[in-house]
């Protein structure tokens, strides 16, 4: 078993060791140490990086017979050699999972749900509680109650237990693990089983912060932010409620007004919108039912368009035979074309069958009802044979 060194003293940053085994793990180099103070992956925080002689330590973890296995950017030889841990990314962690004890006894206080899972993420963290319903309410008060515990600066120690005794301890929850067992103790706050790296005091945790909440399988999964994390993330909000600010001519208190009435007025500028295509649409399909083709006391309305959208020219389509037009026939040419007809109640036949049949001639998929019918897909060279397709078979019904 290696010694872990991490576990005397959460802030030691540099030591030295012998390498007394070298191997290979999914094809990098590999050494196991007498002793280390590189964190493994393991409780729900993730590994320690830093250097090893002059070798880059990427991953970190406990192999089956309990000894951490370094994994590096180049080979190590046996013998003796210094380490040095990335000391941000070790405080970063353990400010993140100080500040996960704290939060979870203060969920277990305010609204009687215990943690079941935590998360250490690369920007924020993450506890899964037994809490069927949350609300902002609950939220708030169990952030309140963390940060007082974080601004009283209480102490942070380490005490050593059998599992037998952590019941009389008071711990927030059991351990599976057998023999001499780590507990986390914020003073006369929370005492936890854990073999992660921790502050010494609650001070050092810096601000605990719930970005979110929602419901989980069953539960409520709460995302926050601990130290350094909470600070970058006051930096963004803040930013960007300036830009909003300015954005809006408004002060940042007034901003969810602001946007109130600005998204007030754009649904009254898409109504107004909506109602003014309308307007031209109908305009259009006067103009073009004027125009038309008469074939035995029918109106016959073709026309090919460029780039207009599909939903575009079945609406013109169904508005043209709402001014009395009776077969509109429209295309959109594009380098795969579509097309659309629409018949009047009074000229009878199916569109459906007469675009089928088109289809079958000249390419295109689609179908549709007897009054309406489209198709898309269609070769540019075929657009205009196929709506003399479909003009064919409705002048063969008058």
Same mark, same amino acid.
């Given at each position: 078993?290696?010694?872990?060194?991490?576990?005397?003293?959460?802030?030691?940053?540099?030591?030295?060791?012998?390498?007394?085994?070298?191997?290979?793990?999914?094809?990098?180099?590999?050494?196991?140490?007498?002793?280390?103070?590189?964190?493994?992956?393991?409780?729900?925080?993730?590994?320690?990086?830093?250097?090893?002689?002059?070798?880059?330590?990427?991953?970190?973890?406990?192999?089956?017979?309990?000894?951490?296995?370094?994994?590096?950017?180049?080979?190590?030889?046996?013998?003796?050699?210094?380490?040095?841990?990335?000391?941000?990314?070790?405080?970063?962690?353990?400010?993140?999972?100080?500040?996960?004890?704290?939060?979870?006894?203060?969920?277990?206080?305010?609204?009687?749900?215990?943690?079941?899972?935590?998360?250490?993420?690369?920007?924020?963290?993450?506890?899964?509680?037994?809490?069927?319903?949350?609300?902002?309410?609950?939220?708030?008060?169990?952030?309140?109650?963390?940060?007082?515990?974080?601004?009283?600066?209480?102490?942070?120690?380490?005490? &050593? #237990?059998? $599992? *037998? @005794? %952590?019941?009389?301890?008071?711990?927030?929850?059991?351990?599976? /693990?057998?023999?001499? !067992?780590?507990?986390?103790?914020?003073?006369?706050?929370?005492?936890?089983?854990?073999?992660?790296?921790?502050?010494?005091?609650?001070?050092?945790?810096?601000?605990?912060?719930?970005?979110?909440?929602?419901?989980?399988?069953?539960?409520?999964?709460?995302?926050?932010?601990?130290?350094?994390?909470?600070?970058?993330?006051?930096?963004?909000?803040?930013?960007?409620?300036?830009?909003?600010?300015?954005?809006? &001519? #408004?002060? $940042? *208190? @007034? %901003?969810?007004?602001?946007?109130?009435?600005?998204?007030?007025? /754009?649904?009254?500028? !898409?109504?107004?919108?909506?109602?003014?295509?309308?307007?031209?649409?109908?305009?259009?399909?006067?103009?073009?039912?004027?125009?038309?083709?008469?074939?035995?006391?029918?109106?016959?309305?073709?026309?090919?368009?460029?780039?207009?959208?599909?939903?575009?020219?079945?609406?013109?389509?169904?508005?043209?035979?709402?001014?009395?037009?009776?077969?509109?026939?429209?295309?959109?040419?594009?380098?795969?074309?579509? #097309?659309?007809?629409?018949?009047?109640?009074?000229?009878?036949?199916?569109?459906?069958?007469?675009?089928?049949?088109?289809?079958?001639?000249?390419?295109?998929?689609?179908?549709?009802?007897?009054?309406?019918?489209?198709?898309?897909?269609?070769?540019?060279?075929?657009?205009?044979?196929?709506?003399?397709?479909?003009?064919?078979?409705?002048?063969?019904?008058?």
């Amino acid at each position: 078993m290696t010694e872990r060194l991490f576990h005397e003293d959460s802030f030691l940053r540099e030591f030295t060791a012998t390498v007394i085994e070298t191997s290979q793990s999914e094809g990098r180099p590999a050494a196991v140490l007498d002793r280390t103070a590189f964190y493994a992956t393991s409780g729900g925080q993730p590994h320690d990086t830093g250097q090893l002689g002059e070798a880059r330590v990427l991953d970190v973890f406990e192999d089956e017979t309990d000894r951490i296995v370094h994994v590096l950017d180049r080979e190590l030889p046996r013998g003796p050699v210094s380490g040095r841990i990335d000391w941000e990314r070790r405080f970063d962690h353990m400010q993140q999972h100080s500040g996960q004890h704290v939060l979870s006894q203060a969920f277990v206080q305010t609204a009687g749900a215990a943690t079941v899972s935590f998360h250490l993420g690369r920007e924020t963290s993450t506890i899964d509680l037994e809490l069927e319903s949350a609300s902002d309410e609950a939220i708030t008060a169990a952030e309140s109650l963390a940060s007082r515990i974080v601004f009283e600066d209480r102490p942070v120690t380490v005490l &050593s #237990a059998r $599992p *037998e @005794e %952590l019941a009389a301890l008071g711990v927030r929850k059991q351990s599976d /693990r057998q023999g001499e !067992l780590r507990v986390i103790d914020v003073e006369g706050f929370d005492r936890s089983p854990c073999g992660g790296t921790h502050v010494r005091t609650s001070g050092q945790i810096g601000l605990i912060g719930i970005l979110g909440y929602e419901r989980y399988k069953g539960g409520t999964r709460v995302e926050f932010v601990c130290g350094g994390r909470a600070l970058h993330a006051l930096r963004k909000d803040r930013d960007v409620c300036r830009q909003l600010a300015r954005l809006y &001519s #408004a002060p $940042p *208190e @007034e %901003l969810t007004h602001a946007a109130d009435k600005i998204l007030q007025e /754009r649904g009254a500028l !898409l109504k107004e919108n909506a109602r003014l295509k309308e307007e031209l649409l109908e305009s259009e399909a006067r103009a073009l039912v004027a125009e038309g083709t008469r074939i035995s006391g029918n109106v016959f309305v073709r026309k090919v368009f460029e780039g207009r959208s599909l939903d575009a020219v079945k609406l013109l389509a169904q508005k043209i035979v709402q001014q009395g037009g009776d077969l509109a026939l429209l295309g959109s040419a594009a380098p795969a074309s579509q #097309a659309v007809g629409a018949r009047s109640a009074r000229l009878g036949g199916d569109c459906g069958a007469a675009v089928k049949d088109a289809n079958g001639r000249h390419g295109g998929k689609g179908g549709g009802r007897p009054e309406l019918a489209q198709a898309g897909g269609l070769p540019p060279e075929s657009l205009g044979p196929w709506l003399d397709s479909v003009e064919g078979y409705f002048r063969n019904l008058t």
